[in-house]
C-alpha cells in the first residue's frame, strides 16, 4: 500500500476525488486477495459463512452457526468446489468458532489473519459473507464501512449485513482478517463481530474441540433485554418451546410451537440469532416480529423489556 493511500485511509474522510479513487483501488487490492477464501457453510439445514484462514483449511466462523462441535460440515468455494469437514470448537461467550475441511487441496485458498489489536473508530472495514447460503453464478457480496467503536473482543461496524452473513469475514484495508460477523442488528449501525484477537486467546481449546460458554452475570442477567419467549433452533429453524405468559411475545399472540422468521424484516433462522438480535435493542422500543404457524405467516410488533421487569409484568 502506497503512503498517499495510507493517508487517505487514515483521514476522516474523504477530502476529494483522488482520495476516492485511491480507496476504491485499494478496496479492489482487497477484494482479489480475500474473497476467494469466503465460503458458505451448511449444515444439516442450517447455514452460514466463514473463512478459510490457512493452507491446512481451517475456517473461522461465529459459534452460534456451528453450535457444537463434530457435527458434518459442507463447505462451499467462491469457485463452485465443494468439500466436507467438521465442526471444531466454540466459545458461546464471545461467539466464535472453528471448523476443519476434510483433505485441503494444496492450492487452498486463504487470509491471513491481522497482527495485534487495532480497530478504532473511523477505521476503514471490509465484509463479505453469503447471504442465504451459496447462489449459483454469485460471488460472495462486499460492503465496505467503518468502525464504530470496539469494546475488548466486541466490534461493531456499519457495514450493511443479512442473515446469512453470520461467520463471515471482517477485513481491513490491508486484506488481512480482523474480525468474524456475530450479531447482524436490525439497525445498520448494529452490526457486531467477533475480533480475532478474541479467538487467539481462545485458539488451542477451539482447535480441541472444545465447546463452553453463553452465561452471563447475575447483573447482566437482570438487566438483559427479552421478549419471553425460550426457544431452540431445529432443522434450520427458530422454533418457541415456550411463550411465557403475561410477557410481551405472549401479549401480542406468539404461542408455543410458533416459527419465528423474521425481525422488523430481516430473515432468521436459529434462535442463538433471535437472542443476539433482541439482546442488542433498547429497552422500551418495539420490534416487528413474523412468525409462521400453520403454514400461515403473522406479524405483530413486540415491546422489549428487561429480564428485571418480569417480576413486574
Known amino acids: 500500500m502506497s503512503a498517499a493511500t495510507e493517508l487517505t485511509l487514515q483521514a476522516r474522510y474523504p477530502r476529494n476525488v483522488e482520495d476516492l479513487q485511491r480507496i476504491e483501488a485499494q478496496l479492489q487490492r482487497v477484494i482479489k486477495r480475500c474473497l476467494p477464501s469466503t465460503v458458505a457453510l451448511q449444515l444439516g439445514r442450517s447455514a452460514g459463512s466463514g473463512v478459510i484462514v490457512n493452507p491446512e483449511g481451517l475456517i473461522l466462523t461465529a459459534g452460534h452457526v456451528i453450535g457444537d462441535s463434530s457435527r458434518s460440515v459442507m463447505i462451499v468455494l467462491p469457485d463452485g468446489r465443494k468439500f466436507t469437514g467438521k465442526s471444531l470448537g466454540a466459545n458461546h461467550d464471545i461467539d466464535a468458532g472453528m471448523v476443519q475441511i476434510d483433505n485441503p487441496p494444496d492450492d487452498l485458498p486463504y487470509t491471513p489473519i491481522a ?30 464501512g467503518r468502525v ?30 480482523v474480525g468474524i460477523h456475530s450479531s447482524i442488528g436490525p439497525r445498520v449501525t448494529h452490526n457486531f463481530h467477533v475480533a480475532t484477537t478474541g479467538f487467539e486467546n481462545s485458539w488451542d481449546r477451539l482447535l480441541a474441540g472444545e465447546v ?25 429453524r427458530c422454533v418457541v418451546v415456550k411463550s411465557i405468559a403475561g410477557l410481551p411475545a405472549a401479549k401480542a399472540g406468539i404461542e408455543d410451537g410458533d416459527v419465528i422468521t423474521a425481525i422488523d424484516g430481516k430473515p432468521i433462522d436459529t434462535f442463538e440469532e433471535l437472542s443476539r438480535i433482541v439482546f442488542f435493542q433498547d429497552p422500551g422500543a418495539t420490534v416487528k416480529i413474523t412468525y409462521e404457524r400453520n403454514g400461515v405467516n403473522r406479524t405483530v410488533s413486540v415491546k422489549i423489556i428487561t429480564a428485571d421487569e418480569i417480576e413486574r409484568e
Not at 497482527?115 to 462486499?142: D, F, H, M, N, S
Not at 470496539?150 to 490491508?174: A, I, K, Q, W, Y
Request: glycine share 18%; hydrophobic share 35%.
Open 115 to 144: 497482527k495485534g489489536t487495532e480497530l478504532v473508530a473511523g477505521q476503514w472495514v471490509v465484509t463479505t459473507g453469503q447471504p442465504g447460503g451459496l447462489i449459483e453464478g454469485r460471488a460472495p457480496p462486499v460492503r465496505l
Open 148 to 177: 464504530l467503536f470496539r469494546e475488548d473482543e466486541v466490534v461493531c461496524t456499519d457495514c450493511t449485513l443479512v442473515g446469512g452473513d453470520s461467520g463471515g469475514p471482517l477485513f481491513n484495508m490491508r486484506g488481512e482478517l
Open 212 to 236: 463452553w460458554g453463553g452465561h452471563l452475570s447475575d447483573e447482566m442477567l437482570a438487566n438483559r433485554p427479552v421478549i419471553g419467549v425460550s426457544g431452540r433452533t431445529i432443522q434450520g
